[in-house]
């Protein structure tokens, strides 16, 4: 399978957000990036990346588009970036995601991830303010969100 760049699909999801005037932030980035990921898995056995998640405190990271938009901290990335050209599917699926969980606040995405399993057992017994590069496990989210989409 070829990947897509996270770049192009992160540059799509705040394009996205930004004409329907949502604030995107780093951490709110981050769960749209993992939901995709996750529900991408789930429906057609492929992620949309080849690296991994990982299991930090607020919820599940890709550590590269972690790093790109760090500076940003907690305020929203107002970058002007343009909507990359991508797959009509893709993009498609992408506001479907948007629709789905664009709606979310960063917290309240954050907490769902929190209760997640591909997350916590990513986590194992870390207590819950303790740092991890645990990666979390494609098998296991793509089991547990098909299990989602098919109860």
């Known amino acids: 399978m070829e990947y897509i760049q996270p770049d192009s699909i992160a540059d799509y999801l705040i394009a996205e957000c930004r ?3 949502e604030n995107l932030t780093n951490l709110k980035l981050q769960k749209l990036l993992y939901y995709a990921d996750a ?8 992620p949309l990346f080849a690296e991994d998640f990982k299991a930090w405190v607020h919820g599940p990271v890709l550590l590269s ?3 790109r938009f760090k500076d940003n901290k907690w305020r929203p990335i107002v970058v002007d970036i343009d909507r990359p050209k ?3 599917n893709l ?3 992408l506001d479907e995601i948007v629709d789905v969980f664009g ?4 917290v309240a995405l954050e907490l769902m991830t929190h209760r997640e399993l591909p997350w916590l057992e990513a986590r194992g017994d870390l207590a819950p303010s303790e740092p991890s590069t645990a ?3 494609k098998e296991t989210t793509r089991l547990f969100y098909r299990s989602m989409n098919d109860g």
Do not use: K, N, P, T
């Open 91 to 93: 993009a498609v699926f």
């Open 103 to 106: 709606c979310e606040s960063a």
């Open 86 to 88: 991508i797959d009509e």
């Open 39 to 46: 529900w991408s898995l789930a429906l057609s056995d492929e």
């Open 65 to 67: 588009q972690y790093h």
């Open 19 to 21: 004409e329907r005037g």
């Open 135 to 137: 990666s979390i496990s």
